[in-house]
C-alpha cells in the first residue's frame, strides 16, 4: 500500500487546529467530530493525547489538494484503507456481475433469434 491515497495526512482544508483530527477522519471514515470530542475527553482524563496530538501534528504530511477526484473516490480509498480484502471481494463481484450480464448479451445476440435476423436481413 504505497498509494498516497492510502497514507494518513494532515487535512488542514477540514482543520480546526492542525488537522490531525480531520486528517484521521479521512483516513477511516470516521465523522471528524466525533474523534475530536473522543480527543477532548481522553485529553481531560489522560493527559498524554495533547501531546500525541501535537507530535502527529508535527510529523504527519500536509494531505494533498487534489488527492481523490470525488466524494465517491475518497469513500472507495477509505474502505481499501479500512478492509482490502472485503474491497477486493466487492470488485470482483462487480467483475462478475459484469462478466455475466455480458454473457447474457452475447447469448442473446448469438442464439437463433428469428426476429433479429429479419431485422439484420431488412437492413442489408
Same mark, same amino acid.
Given at each position: 500500500?504505497? =498509494?498516497?491515497? !492510502? =497514507? #494518513?495526512?494532515r487535512d488542514k482544508h477540514n482543520a480546526k487546529?492542525? %488537522?490531525?483530527? @480531520?486528517?484521521?477522519?479521512?483516513? !477511516? %471514515?470516521?465523522?471528524?467530530?466525533?474523534?475530536? +470530542?473522543?480527543?477532548?475527553? $481522553? !485529553?481531560?482524563?489522560? %493527559?498524554?493525547? +495533547?501531546?500525541?496530538?501535537?507530535? &502527529?501534528? &508535527? $510529523?504527519?504530511? *500536509? *494531505?494533498?489538494?487534489? #488527492?481523490?477526484?470525488?466524494?465517491?473516490?475518497?469513500?472507495?480509498?477509505?474502505?481499501?484503507?479500512? =478492509?482490502? *480484502?472485503? !474491497? &477486493?471481494?466487492?470488485?470482483?463481484?462487480?467483475?462478475?456481475?459484469?462478466?455475466?450480464? $455480458?454473457?447474457?448479451?452475447? @447469448?442473446?445476440?448469438? =442464439?437463433?433469434?428469428?426476429? $433479429?435476423? &429479419?431485422?439484420?436481413?431488412?437492413?442489408?
Open positions: 500500500m504505497n =498509494s498516497p491515497r !492510502t =497514507s #494518513l495526512y487546529l492542525m %488537522g490531525v483530527c @480531520s486528517g484521521i477522519a479521512d483516513y !477511516t %471514515g470516521i465523522d471528524a467530530f466525533w474523534l475530536r +470530542l473522543a480527543m477532548v475527553v $481522553l !485529553t481531560v482524563t489522560l %493527559g498524554w493525547p +495533547l501531546i500525541a496530538y501535537f507530535i &502527529a501534528g &508535527a $510529523l504527519l504530511q *500536509k *494531505k494533498p489538494p487534489h #488527492l481523490y477526484r470525488d466524494n465517491q473516490e475518497q469513500q472507495y480509498w477509505q474502505r481499501v484503507r479500512q =478492509s482490502p *480484502k472485503r !474491497t &477486493a471481494r466487492e470488485i470482483r463481484a462487480r467483475f462478475r456481475d459484469v462478466d455475466r450480464r $455480458l454473457a447474457d448479451v452475447e @447469448s442473446y445476440y448469438v =442464439s437463433n433469434n428469428p426476429r $433479429l435476423t &429479419a431485422e439484420i436481413e431488412r437492413l442489408r
